[in-house]
């Protein structure tokens, strides 16, 4: 989403840095195309405004302007500016001790609403929680069906009574079960419309006084831009909104709307989604955000990622093989489902430091569905000893995979390359296992040195 951002104020710093030292001119040049870049990605003029004013105020500072690093420090005054446009709060849900805890939806129709719900739940049940989900939308076709397919993939039990049809008494009857059989959360999908009306408010406010939710989250469609921020103010108004969620945050919007949201609504962003899966959603991180936006990376996610995806008895036997040298083909395997797990290539490598502009033109996305079908056309004797592949066998294993002689000779040689890389990296391999504690340390003892 923050690519076309991202790049143009990198490239502001770029020009910044190749300045030994900074005028008063210079600064003005580079607020100027700030300013341009943060209105071209749609951030409400009032606060590009108000930011632009307080990064001015402390980079004529004779501090910076005399400083031996001068362009450094504007970056970290940028970077500190727009965390603080995020507000104080931490993403995710706020402390309670209501049991059940419940969690209202709110929102437009097509905003994400239902995806969100069956995401959520699946992240609270990750978390040890235990989430009862109901629709409450009876109008919108198939919604409380697609609540219900979505509950059976993510392993979530549905309050879905038979012929009721009010929204009101399916919304109590969900705190009733909640109660009766020990869930923790209860989850409601509200119904939603094009636009908002007396009718649709009235509904939220009659479910809410029957529930009393914890949380009041308000799922916005991050791509339509201020079209969220204005409709989020609205239902703040008149319902009352604990926090928003940003989905589609994946998509190729301009940003401009995560940007603006805290300043203009004054409420936090509690969640954004990340892609389509059950597990693209994730606690809103403004630190994370901003070093992304600005190519500084995002490691900590990185490494929440791997944690997740990979097992730690499973990375403690991979470090031992790279140790040793013993890094098969079928390691490499395992390795590339694991990546696959990780989420979309291009989105991880945006999380390593610097690498977040950069293109990669050479990723097919069938690319790694093809280097499988190699190996997995190879005998277990070839995948441990890829040097007794000859001639004849390469054959074989190109026609069983339905490629070329030629991928299998790729892929062979970059195998090769690799294993001499891992060998000169030794036990980089710790990072989500035994050393996932310690690289975690490293990264947040980085990011507090950045700042």
């Known amino acids: 989403m923050f690519d076309s951002l991202s790049t143009r104020l990198q490239d502001v710093f770029k020009s910044l840095r190749g300045q030994g030292r900074l005028s008063e ?46 362009s450094q420090q504007v970056v970290k005054i940028v970077r500190d500016e727009m965390v603080a446009l995020f507000g104080d709060a931490e993403g995710g849900l706020r402390p309670t001790t209501k049991r059940p805890r419940v969690i209202l939806l709110l929102g437009l129709q097509g905003s994400g609403k239902t995806t969100t719900a069956g995401k959520l739940g699946k992240w609270l049940a990750k978390q040890g929680r235990h989430p009862l989900l109901v629709s409450t939308d009876v109008r919108r076709p198939a919604a409380i069906q697609q609540l219900n397919v979505l509950g059976e993939q993510a392993s979530l039990r549905v309050h879905d009574p038979a012929g009721q049809l009010d ?80 989905t589609k945050l994946d998509g190729d919007a301009r940003g401009g709307a995560a940007l603006s949201v805290v300043s203009v609504v004054g409420v936090p962003i509690a969640f954004v989604g990340t892609g389509e899966r059950l597990e693209d959603l994730e606690p809103f991180h403004p630190e994370r955000v901003v070093s992304r936006v600005l190519g500084m990376g995002d490691v900590l996610s990185l ?130 296992g035994g050393g996932g504690k310690s690289a975690r340390r490293r990264a947040t003892q980085m990011l507090r040195n950045r700042g």
């Not at 009041?216 to 079209?227: C, E, R, S």
């Open 167 to 246: 929204p009101v008494a399916r919304a109590k009857g969900a705190l009733a079960e909640a109660a009766n059989l020990g869930f923790d959360v209860v989850i409601v999908d509200t119904a939603g419309r094009l636009h908002i009306d007396d009718e649709l408010m009235t509904e939220l406010v009659a479910i809410k006084d029957v529930t009393d939710p914890s949380d009041l989250l308000f799922v916005a469609d991050a791509m339509t831009g201020q079209d969220a921020i204005k409709s989020a103010g609205e239902f703040n108004a008149r319902v009352g909104v604990t926090g928003v969620v940003l």
């Open 25 to 70: 001119d210079a600064v003005e040049a580079a607020l100027r195309e700030i300013r341009l870049a943060l209105l071209e990605a749609d951030v409400n003029f009032k606060v590009v405004k108000a930011f632009i004013d307080r990064v001015r105020d402390r980079a004529m500072g004779q501090d910076v302007l005399r400083s031996l690093s001068p």
């Open 303 to 432: 490494i929440e990622k791997a944690e997740a995806a990979i097992d730690q008895d499973d990375a403690a036997r991979l470090e031992e093989k790279l140790r040793s040298n013993e890094f098969t083909l079928e390691d490499f395997r395992d390795q590339l489902k694991t990546i696959k797990k990780m989420g979309p290539l291009e989105q991880i490598m945006g999380m390593l430091p610097g690498m977040g502009g950069m293109k990669m033109p050479d990723v097919d996305p069938k690319q790694m569905e093809r280097v499988e079908a190699i190996i997995g056309s190879m005998t277990p004797d070839e995948r441990r000893r890829q040097h007794i592949i000859n001639g004849s066998r390469r054959k074989r294993i190109a026609k069983g995979s339905g490629t070329s002689v030629e991928d299998v000779n790729r892929l062979l040689k970059q195998f090769v390359q690799m294993q001499k890389m891992l060998k000169s990296l030794g036990g980089m391999a710790g990072l989500a």
